[in-house]
């Protein structure tokens, strides 16, 4: 639990894993597994594991849970075969123009002048923009883009300041979420209030507001001009069951997806930049593929970024180093048991593959502790083993459902961004002064239930020809 409040659990448990072996013991009942055939034997389908009680702590209602805190299976199977439709490529195709002008909005807001009246520019000598906090930035596009299409309305981070506290209470949720997660007595025991007491009144405060902004959106019901998540989620039946959500069920779901698809893709976005800016040469090549391929920026479409196979790559190795979720999701082992690796593990033991452990097993990946995008161009051996051991979105029946808005984000931003700019580490940047050499600096984050990250700093400016 220590290292689970400071955040760097994950950082641990491959310590461990390097000493002790494939598989540890990290706590009582709980088995860590760092191998790719035991994360598909105890994620599989019909693999007799479920999410395990710590779950409980991700639902902001004691009796109602929403798709990730939903540990019976068959509350489970009903809300998820919803979200997945609400989430599918169908579904994501009504709201992908309004995905686009977030999109749009960030890259604007990281040009060099952005800031300035129309008289005034704010870009040095060389034509370089202002200093910008990554992290902070890549905040501002997430959260934008989920709170419009989970409540229809933009927290609009960029143009106003007063909702600026709101990542930084998802943060402590985050926080709050996976102490609870890993170990269930934090919150049965009430500790969570003693721990958190000081901060308390900021998550309540994020907890009025949603509660606030869900029963108003859920007062406009069907009555608005554009579909959001909220209109497909209130819309959509089980086509098993033919149920639909209930109110209450639909700002359940609302909030859940507000923090599931906020830092998570935040994180992702900023990693992917931090280690653009530290390697020269995959910058290039990324520029070069984008510049080559479009004419203008909003030629990048989701659909017309998809053939981009080296964005995705760069975006990729950015997620494998800096998973949005480090932890493995702890699976409880049902009646019956299972066997993982030869091994059986009898009903009640927690098991767990830690996804930043796997990411660098040396195992699946060559050099793991690099930035190489490249080892996503090939085919092969090689490919495929490092293929089965890359999980950032997990995989089985509790795999991220919102997968694929996040690939939408996530690559047509960075097609964008390298469509329209030069970037740079600015001059200092805390990360390591402004001087990048290949493999010299880690992204640090703070992995609570979803990372946290801080940076890089940059600097942009009008694209080289
Ligand atoms: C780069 C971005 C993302 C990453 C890396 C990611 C990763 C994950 C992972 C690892 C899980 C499994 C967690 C567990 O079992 O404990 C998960 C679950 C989930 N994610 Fe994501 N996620 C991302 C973005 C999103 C977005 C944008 C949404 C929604 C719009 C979303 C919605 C969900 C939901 C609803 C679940 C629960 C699925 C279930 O239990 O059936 N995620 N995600």
Redo the contacts with the bound molecule.
């Keep these: 639990m220590y290292f689970v409040w400071r955040g760097d659990l994950h950082i641990k448990i491959r310590e461990w894993h390097e000493i002790y072996g494939e598989a540890v013991r990290t706590g009582p009942d709980t088995v860590s597994y760092n191998s790719a055939t035991a994360n598909e034997q105890i994620n599989a389908v019909r693999a007799r594991t479920v999410?395990s009680d710590g779950?409980r702590s991700?639902s902001t209602s004691r009796t109602t849970p929403?798709?990730?805190s939903?540990i019976d299976k068959k509350t489970?199977s009903f809300?998820?075969r919803i979200?997945s439709q609400v989430?599918s490529e169908a579904g994501l195709k009504t709201v992908e123009g309004r995905v686009l002008g977030h999109v749009q909005e960030f890259v604007d807001y990281l040009g060099p002048d952005a800031d300035a009246p129309m008289s005034e520019k704010t870009r040095d000598a060389e034509g370089w923009g202002p200093s910008r906090n990554m992290s902070e930035a890549c905040n501002f596009m997430?959260y934008n883009v989920?709170s419009d299409?989970c409540y229809g309305e933009s927290l609009d981070l960029f143009k106003a300041c007063d909702l600026r506290w709101f990542p930084g209470a998802v943060a402590l949720i985050s926080r709050r979420v996976v102490m609870g997660?890993l170990h269930p007595k934090f919150n049965a025991w009430k500790l969570d209030r003693l721990v958190f007491l000081t901060k308390r009144s900021r998550m309540l405060h994020l907890a009025a507001w949603v509660r606030e902004r869900g029963s108003a959106r859920a007062a406009r019901g069907n009555d608005v001009e554009q579909r959001d998540?909220f209109y497909s989620m209130m819309n959509t039946a089980d086509p098993k069951t033919g149920g639909h959500l209930t109110s209450k069920d639909l700002w359940l779901?609302a909030m859940?997806?507000l923090i599931?698809?906020?830092d998570?893709?935040s994180?992702?976005?900023a990693g992917t930049l931090h280690h653009l800016l530290h390697s020269p040469q995959a910058l290039a090549e990324v520029s070069d593929e984008v510049r080559s391929r479009f004419e203008t920026a909003e030629d990048v479409t989701p659909a017309r970024v998809a053939g981009c196979k080296f964005v995705r790559a760069c975006i990729d190795e950015a997620?494998r180093l800096t998973?949005?979720?480090v932890?493995g999701?702890?699976r409880r082992v049902e009646a019956g048991g299972v066997e993982v690796k030869g091994e059986y593990f009898g009903e009640g033991t927690i098991l767990q593959a830690p996804?930043y452990s796997l990411h660098r097993n040396e195992e699946y990946f060559e050099a793991p502790d690099e930035y190489r995008p490249w080892r996503w161009m090939v085919e092969g051996d090689d490919f495929d083993r490092a293929s089965r051991a890359f999980?950032?979105?997990?995989v089985g029946?509790?795999?991220?459902?919102?997968?694929r808005?996040?690939?939408m984000?996530?690559t047509t931003a960075l097609a964008r961004i390298v469509f329209s700019y030069d970037m740079r580490l600015s001059p200092g940047a805390h990360c390591c002064g402004g001087k990048p050499s290949a493999g010299s600096c880690p992204y640090q984050v703070k992995g609570w239930?979803?990372s946290i990250a801080e940076g890089p700093v940059a600097q942009f400016k009008a694209r080289s020809s």
């Excluded at 999980?391 to 997990?394: D, E, G, K, R």
């Design positions: 999410k779950y991700m929403n798709t990730i939903a489970h809300k998820r979200q989430l997430t989920i299409l997660m998540i779901e859940m997806v599931a698809g906020s998570t893709t994180t992702a976005m997620m998973p949005p979720v932890h999701p702890p996804i999980v950032p979105f997990h029946p509790y795999s991220c459902v919102g997968w808005l996040a690939v984000e996530l239930m979803t």
